[in-house]
């Protein structure tokens, strides 16, 4: 299945949830899952997840998101449902994209 683009405002909708991450409601953390469950499935798989995740995270290869679904994908189904995306949301994957580059710009 061919990927959706997604717009300007409905990316920067999904990237504000990933940053602020645990500080993101419910309705946030649901506005921006439904942004990108494409095909309406109620879950997300990998090619949903690359609509955004590698704009917001440029060092992370198509090929690590498997690895990010299976960490938080807790009846092991290859894809991630609105509860296991919250928790994918709520454990810090902002957080840990912003330590990154902080540490990133403190060796420059």
Do not use: W
């Amino acid at each position: 299945m061919p990927r959706r683009a997604i717009s300007h405002l409905d990316f920067m909708k999904v990237a504000k949830v990933i940053m602020m991450g645990s500080d993101s409601t419910d309705d946030e953390i649901g506005e921006a899952f439904d942004i990108l469950d494409a095909d309406g499935s109620g879950q997300l798989d990998v090619n949903e997840l690359a609509k955004v995740i590698p704009a917001i995270m440029p060092d992370t290869s198509l090929d690590t998101l498997p690895t990010m679904i299976r960490r938080y994908d807790k009846n092991y189904d290859n894809q991630l449902n609105l509860n296991e995306f919250t928790r994918l949301i709520r454990g810090g994957i902002g957080r840990d994209i912003v330590y990154r580059d902080v540490l990133m710009i403190e060796h420059y």
